[in-house]
């Protein structure tokens, strides 16, 4: 990557040309901003991108930052951030490959081709979206629980385009109890009824819900109503994700 094709936005560098650079910098800013990071943390992060949630993390005094990240592109970026921005001289680890539950050695990886390419690849595809992404290539496969048992990290952060929903089926919703705080995206309204049904009831049993934020489209149509009680919120038009904190509940 050479450094004549990124430019400097809210402190990390992304592409130039990458509109959506810029939106995922934004977001993490916005989303991950309830994450208490404290000395002596470990921070596991599923899908890196450029960095953003990272250089949020290695702005306190953390023990240990593990990142996942399948773009290529996406992860020499990530690199270049992560070395800058280490105040502290955190002990980081940048992975290159995807996360997912499965157990096999490597995975095909699936992006589009659209603007936004960069923030949406993934592992997770069916038959009805497949035709869409046209771009595809062999990484390496993480396996989730093998890096939570290994790390043991008390901060999470996962943003994996659907490949979740595995890893909960798994472990039906029960996270370890040296897990603290955790942050994930929940895609398409489906995927978020069937989430809230089946696996939420678990999640707070030991979490609290701390924020939610719904990413929608055509907010001004009003015959487009939704709402979801259990996390505390409703609106109009189409709910395309649901970023989801949760902290553990205090004895």
């Known amino acids: 990557m050479k450094l004549d094709t990124l430019r400097l936005y ?34 596991l992060d599923f899908g890196v991108n450029v960095g953003g949630f990272a250089s949020m993390a290695l702005a306190s005094p953390i023990k240990k930052y593990i990142g996942i990240e399948a773009d290529p592109e996406n ?23 995807a996360a997912s539950a499965s157990l096999d050695k490597n995975l095909m990886f699936y992006q589009t081709e659209s603007g936004n ?3 949406s690849g993934t592992i997770a595809v069916n038959s009805r979206n497949k035709h869409l992404r046209k771009v ?3 990484v390496k496969n993480f396996n989730i629980d093998e890096l939570i048992k290994k790390h043991r ?40 009824r069937m989430f809230e049904k089946e696996y939420l009831s678990n999640f707070l049993k030991d979490f609290d819900i701390i924020n ?3 990413n929608t489209a055509y ?7 939704w709402k979801l009680p ?22």
């Open 117 to 119: 390419a960069k923030c």
């Open 153 to 192: 990290p008390n901060r999470i952060k996962m943003d994996i385009e659907g490949a979740e929903y595995d890893w909960f089926a798994q472990n039906k919703g029960i996270m370890p109890s040296f897990i603290k705080e955790i942050a994930f995206d929940l895609h398409k309204m489906k995927s978020i």
């Open 219 to 225: 907010e001004t149509n009003k015959k487009m109503k």
């Open 212 to 214: 939610v934020c719904a």
């Open 75 to 97: 992860f020499e970026i990530a690199q270049f951030n992560i070395d800058r921005l280490n105040p502290y001289k955190t002990d980081t680890l940048l992975l290159k490959g």
């Open 10 to 43: 809210k402190g990390l560098y992304v592409r130039k040309d990458r509109h959506d650079d810029r939106c995922m910098v934004k977001e993490c800013q916005s989303v991950y901003k309830h994450f208490n990071f404290s000395k002596g943390d470990v921070v």
């Open 136 to 138: 595809s290539y062999s």
């Open 230 to 251: 259990v996390f505390g919120i409703k609106g109009y038009g189409m709910v395309f994700a649901l970023d989801v904190f949760f902290r553990r509940k205090t004895k």
